[in-house]
Nanobody, 124 residues
Framework: QLVESGGGLVQAGGSLRLSCAAS????????MAWLRQAPGKEREVVAS????????NYADSVKGRFTIGRDNAKNTVSLQMNRLKPEDTAVYYC???????????????????WGQGTQVTVSS
């Protein structure tokens, strides 16, 4: 089970930190990611992190503003979002892969476990 928290309403230029608590199975040995879905748009992967935090990947739209991290001892994943823009408004989901390594971190098909999502709204 994956449970997100930390969403909310923020003004453009502000910051938010999302957290994801994992339970029920061992997620510490698989890649995890944050995805988002804006109204009328397809769901996209915005950031991913390897099982040992050795590799992180970011969508071009968030590179330099968002930082993904994980704490395997606590079974948590975070997304620090800085310099938020109105176009970052979306429902953000935490997801975990079911395998140790992903061939394509951008592919939604690589993630087998999903949270319920948390709303992030950025006002202009």
């Amino acid at each position: 089970q994956l449970v997100e928290s930390g969403g909310g309403l923020v003004q453009a230029g502000g910051s938010l930190r999302l957290s994801c608590a994992a339970s029920g199975r061992t997620f510490s040995i698989t890649p995890m990611a944050w995805l988002r879905q804006a109204p009328g748009k397809e769901r996209e992967v915005v950031a991913s992190i390897s099982w040992n935090s050795g590799a992180t990947n970011y969508a071009d739209s968030v590179k330099g503003r968002f930082t993904i991290g994980r704490d395997n001892a606590k079974n948590t994943v975070s997304l620090q979002m800085n310099r938020l823009k109105p176009e970052d408004t979306a429902v953000y989901y935490c997801a975990a892969a079911g395998v140790r390594f992903l061939n394509n971190w951008r592919s939604l098909n690589g993630y087998d476990y999903w949270g319920q999502g948390t709303q992030v709204t950025v006002s202009s």
